[in-house]
């Protein structure tokens, strides 16, 4: 579980964020949706840690393996979707002899197995993120944050996104944010970020 207790911030005497206080539960997912400039990416970045509230206190339970994944791809472009797995999973693993069968499994999940020898600069947005997800599908994660992750796609590279995160990260806490149309999100908790307060969604 994620606790936000009474989380504040303020930048340049605007409150971004409000005492917020909200619980995220295991294996739940959340988007949360919320006019540009309305904290969503500012929320996320202090639940990863990368940012401080100015108040209040984040707590989660145990000692939790946490992937982010960003608006703005990471990929490296001028190598392959193999070797960028690889990159991926040496950063936090050794085992480099599990490697082969875990990454392409990963990829299979994410119906991008052809394209592993692939250079990154030669696939569309929507394999790019499926890329991605496979990445973060290595780490096996309990906890990921999706910072817009269906962000420039059309709308059949955004249902499979979606649906993709539904399905493989079923055991993890899933805290996305999105502009996106709630209809998308029909297995999602839906929340709204708005004058700084988190609320369920009406």
Do not use: C
Not at 15 to 37: A, R
Not at 51 to 61: H, Y
Not at 178 to 198: A, I, Q, V, W
């Amino acid at each position: 579980m994620i606790k936000l207790n009474h989380i504040g911030k303020v930048r340049q005497n605007r409150i971004i964020l409000d005492n917020i206080d909200f619980s995220f539960k295991d294996k739940q997912h959340y988007v949360i949706f919320g006019e540009s400039g309305s904290g969503k990416t500012t929320l996320l970045n202090i639940i990863a840690e990368y940012e401080k509230a100015d108040s209040g206190t984040l707590e989660i339970e145990k000692e939790r393996n946490l992937e982010y994944l960003f608006q703005d791809s990471l990929l490296f472009s001028n190598i392959t979707v193999k070797e960028n797995m690889l990159i991926k999973w040496e950063s936090i693993n050794q085992h480099i002899d599990e490697f082969e069968k875990e990454y392409t499994n990963a990829l299979k999940l994410f119906s991008m197995e052809k394209f592993e020898n692939e250079k990154v600069y030669t696939l569309s947005g929507g394999e790019r993120k499926r890329i991605e997800l496979a990445q973060v599908f290595l780490m096996k994660p309990d906890i990921v944050l999706f910072d817009e992750p269906t962000s420039n796609l059309d709308s059949d590279n955004k249902r499979f996104i979606i649906e993709s995160i539904e399905k493989n990260f079923r055991n993890s806490i899933v805290i996305l944010v999105s502009h996106d149309e709630k209809e998308y999100f029909r297995n999602f908790k839906l929340l709204e970020l708005k004058g700084g307060r988190l609320n369920v969604y009406e």
